[in-house]
């Protein structure tokens, strides 16, 4: 089920990635793409459609700061669609278990290859996409790679400071 709670977050997201992270360029190959904690945190439930829906709206959101043509909307949509197949297989969790479900419950090892495979999957996508060229495969990879592990501090370490303690 949708909630204000939700878009809110969503919303935040999208207002951090374009008008903070979206400046950040170092180096020429490290692009923090936080927004995809969206993905990562957003609440299991049967019903996708609500959660594929935000998704689309805030690739949309960071394409529209970006200036980048839909790769962050094909990206963010291709991982929110896959979540459920990585929490299956890092959590072994059933469609019966997902109202319970929480990234917290859960071991730090199987959260960390969880989100660090759903963040390669995305900033491959993005950037294959944003080159559509074979020719500078070697830069695609760099930035991945270094995009991918900036990616994973601010989302890991954004995590921990914004936990609530139940």
Do not use: C
């Not at 089920?1 to 170092?26: C, P, R, T, Y």
């Not at 394409?63 to 959590?91: C, E, M, P, Q």
């Not at 760099?142 to 936990?163: C, E, H, K, Y």
Request: aromatic share 18%; glycine share 4%.
């Amino acid at each position: 089920m949708l909630s204000i709670k939700h878009v809110f977050s969503m919303i935040g997201l999208l207002l951090l990635q374009g008008l903070v992270l979206n400046n950040i360029n170092f180096l020429d190959v490290i692009n923090p793409y936080a927004y995809i904690a969206f993905v990562f945190f957003y609440p299991l439930h049967k019903n996708r459609f609500p959660f594929l829906i935000l998704s689309f709206l805030l690739g949309l959101g960071i394409d529209f700061f970006s200036d980048s043509g839909g790769v962050h909307t094909s990206s963010i949509l291709v991982i929110a669609y896959l979540r459920l197949s990585f929490v299956k297989l890092f959590f072994k969790e059933l469609e019966s278990d997902f109202t319970l479900f929480t990234l917290k419950a859960e071991p730090l090892n199987n959260v960390l290859a969880y989100i660090t495979t759903l963040t390669l999957i995305h900033h491959l996508i993005l950037f294959f996409l944003a080159n559509l060229s074979f020719q500078n495969w070697f830069t695609v990879v760099i930035n991945v790679f270094s995009s991918a592990l900036f990616t994973l501090v601010l989302v890991v370490s954004g995590s921990f400071i914004f936990r609530r303690e139940a």
